[in-house]
Nanobody
Framework: QVQLVESGGGLVQAGGSLRLSCAAS????????MGWFRQALGKEREFVAA????????YYADSVKGRFTISRDNAKNTVFLQMNSLKPGDTAVYYC?????????????????WGQGTQVTVSS
């Protein structure tokens, strides 16, 4: 059974940075694509970033491109989201997700396992 646990969220001022981590259990991490999504209060969950199982290819939502960086450490079963130049509009609960397949996905239904989320709040 796969379990995903996010950490690293918190309160930061606009222009600041945070680094989210997602620790995965199980033996399938290195063979799975991973993604980050976020959900603001009253809004639908939206795609943020994805990374292939090797880490060679990444994909970002236009709203975070150039500010966020997704990466992974397969030896530690961990995926990261480095968030720079944060804006109040980035405020949301951030979720880590794992996909059984290896291709990049940007839809909710592309992913099979989800973490519990970590809150990111950006003040103006």
């Amino acid at each position: 059974q796969v379990q995903l646990v996010e950490s690293g969220g918190g309160l930061v001022q606009a222009g600041g940075s945070l680094r989210l981590s997602c620790a995965a259990s199980g033996r399938t991490f290195s063979s799975s694509a991973m993604g980050w999504f976020r959900q603001a209060l009253g809004k639908e969950r939206e795609f943020v970033a994805a990374i292939t199982r090797s880490g060679i290819s990444t994909y970002y939502a236009d709203s975070v491109k150039g500010r966020f960086t997704i990466s992974r450490d397969n030896a530690k079963n961990t995926v990261f989201l480095q968030m720079n130049s944060l804006k109040p509009g980035d405020t949301a609960v951030y979720y880590c997700a794992q996909r059984r397949g290896y291709g990049l996905g940007n839809r909710f239904n592309d992913y099979d396992y989800w973490g519990q989320g970590t809150q990111v709040t950006v003040s103006s």
